[in-house]
């Protein structure tokens, strides 16, 4: 497995254009891109902290920024853990269809991959709460990056749904999957529509 | 300056999160976020070509992969041309009030900060009529992929906008400031709307 976190951003972006092969696809990078969107909050918090101006918000800040350095730890490791979770689906694929335990095999596999962009949703959910904190008590000189920041998050939480869409849609356990969906259409619902008033708060301040 | 293209993607994240002097800050990520969902365009199109099933479409595939590479290089090239691009506009800031200069070298420092942006959202445009191609002619295997590249460039267009606007407001030439908000609201209302229909197609083929 190649270790996408060790890799350069310029190697990164270069190894996922070619597809290579045991590397996460659109689910790491939906990691990658909300640990990107969590880091920009910090950034926020961070250019905070210190200034007199915003002394009165500070220990808010500080327990803010406690929140995302775990968050952004947590999404930077889904990003490979992703592809780990997507190797027995590989494999699963490759069981001969008259096999009579693929389709075991297969559900089980599709249970694993669905299980890591399920925790890339709920994480940029989280950042995304985190970010209308911010976006509210955060200076006003990095209120540009909150807004990039959500709006990273935003792009994590949706583009991970996709990853976890593909895996239940075949699944053979229609009660299981529709359980699943139904979490990740109730994230969407509620969080998009919050990233998107964060988004609009921001662009209010700076216009 | 730090080289953020060079960074590991876990060391670019720290460094993001504890902003880094000298790093950009949303700009660069939105670069970044760009080159990341291009990235995942050329993945589409690398796991199409040389496909039995895709070959009526390799052309146009291959053609859209070599617009997608040099698209990637440029918003990675963005990356860190932004952090060059805000030099001096912080230096700007450190020429005192009273100074008769400071409103000339103010004004033209702002200008250079809003270029680089411009040039991110006009990049992502590019790479989202690239995807919507990718999203209709691409493997049915790799659509997930186009559909999280998609929200991607989506991501790098809106947030590079907030790094328009923000020193666009400052600015005292109106006229000029209007020409460039103008440019930009137009790109944000067609293509946020085409990333948009783009990520509905997509998440139709899955569900």
């Not at 972006?13 to 990107?36: F, H, K, N, T, Y």
């Not at 220990?59 to 853990?81: P, Q, T």
């Not at 909150?146 to 792009?155: E, R, S």
């Amino acid at each position: 497995m190649t270790e996408a976190i060790h890799l350069s951003c310029a190697e990164y972006v270069e190894c996922l254009s070619s597809a290579v092969p045991g590397l996460s696809g659109g689910g790491g990078a939906s990691a990658l891109v909300g640990a990107i969107g969590t880091a920009l909050g910090s950034m926020v918090g961070s250019l905070t902290v210190g200034k007199k101006k915003y002394a009165d918000v500070e220990a808010d800040i500080i327990a803010v920024m406690d929140k995302a350095d775990k968050l952004r730890c947590e999404l930077l490791g889904l990003m490979d853990a992703d592809a780990q979770a997507f190797e027995p689906l590989a494999k699963a694929y490759g069981i001969p269809k008259d096999d009579p335990g693929r389709a075991a095999v297969m559900e089980e596999a599709l249970r694993t991959a669905c299980g890591v962009p399920l925790q890339i949703m709920r994480a940029a959910c989280q950042v995304i709460e985190l970010q209308d904190e911010l976006a509210d008590k955060g200076s006003a000189l990095a209120v540009s990056d909150a807004g990039v920041g959500v709006i990273c998050c935003k792009a994590a939480l949706m583009g991970a749904s996709l990853n976890v869409f593909i895996n239940t849609k075949s699944m053979a356990d229609r009660a299981y999957a529709e359980k699943i969906e139904a979490e990740a259409d109730d994230m969407l619902s509620v969080y998009c529509a919050r990233a998107d008033a964060v988004y609009g708060k921001v662009l209010k301040k700076l216009r």
